[in-house]
């Protein structure tokens, strides 16, 4: 599973990096939960680690606000385009940190790849200084005006590894959580748009190479049209 993601991952950078140039989705995603976090520690969010960093766009964010910023991804060619903080490739499962070392991890749109979340939880847990705080977000789905997922209309379930149900779950077990919604008008060419990163595309075609994956997304999602609401969910936690 985790090769699959990080092969995912390793084919989709100049994708991924047109639908952030077009819609601002996953920068806006992180500064968002960068406010969450901020607002529920104690004050100090100087060095923080971007767990599932990518191509960098979160990191740029964290990188502006903190005095440290690490990015961590699993995938070399997502990693490359890392250009505002120092960059570790590795896997969130088996943090290459010594205990203590953050006073914040954040996991913007990649704890849900996570095939067993507690283990990356833990993880967090352990590098985190006590006081330090958690953040993560993942998706809840494109909704039509009537709250109906995209999805269901067309027959095919978009699935990631980890349900957010889960995500949610198991950061509550080790946290003490707060969470919320955050909801994004979007458009049926941004769905198309965003089905085009083959890693995306996984989740509707897990099973395909990604060029048909991505080939079978543009003909499922050819005929859609309209506005919808993306969502995701933000969860928050303090380590004791
Ligand atoms: C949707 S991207 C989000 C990237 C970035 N945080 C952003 O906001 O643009 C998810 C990232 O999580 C990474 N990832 C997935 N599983 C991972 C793991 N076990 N360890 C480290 N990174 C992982 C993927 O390689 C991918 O780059």
Do not use: C
Request: proline share 4%; charged share 30%.
């Amino acid at each position: 599973m985790k090769d699959a993601i990080r092969a995912n991952f390793d084919v989709s950078v100049s994708a991924y990096d047109a639908y952030e140039r077009r819609t601002g989705r996953f920068s806006a995603l992180a500064r968002l939960l960068y406010a969450e976090m901020a607002a529920l520690g104690d004050g100090t969010l100087d060095t923080l680690l971007d767990a599932g960093a990518g191509s960098g766009v979160s990191t740029r964010v964290f990188a502006d606000e903190t005095a440290r910023t690490v990015a961590l991804d699993i995938s070399r060619e997502m990693l490359r385009g890392v250009d505002a903080a120092p960059r570790v490739q590795g896997d969130f499962d088996h943090l290459p940190f010594a205990d203590d070392t953050f006073d914040g991890v954040a996991f913007t749109a990649s704890l849900f790849l996570a095939p067993d979340p507690t283990v990356a939880v833990a993880e967090a847990e352990r590098v985190l200084r006590s006081g330090g705080v958690v953040g993560a977000v993942a998706p809840l789905g494109w909704l039509t005006d009537d709250g109906t997922d995209v999805f269901e209309a067309l027959d095919r379930e978009s699935r990631s590894p980890t349900r957010t149900d889960d995500v949610e779950a198991a950061l509550a077990d080790e946290f003490e959580v707060s969470t919320g919604t955050w909801r994004f008008a979007t458009t049926a060419d941004d769905l198309r748009l965003f089905h085009e990163i083959p890693a995306m595309a996984a989740r509707l075609y897990p099973k395909r190479s990604p060029d048909e994956r991505v080939e079978k997304a543009a003909e499922l999602l050819d005929a859609v049209d309209g506005t919808f609401e993306q969502r995701w969910r933000w969860i928050v936690g303090v380590s004791e």
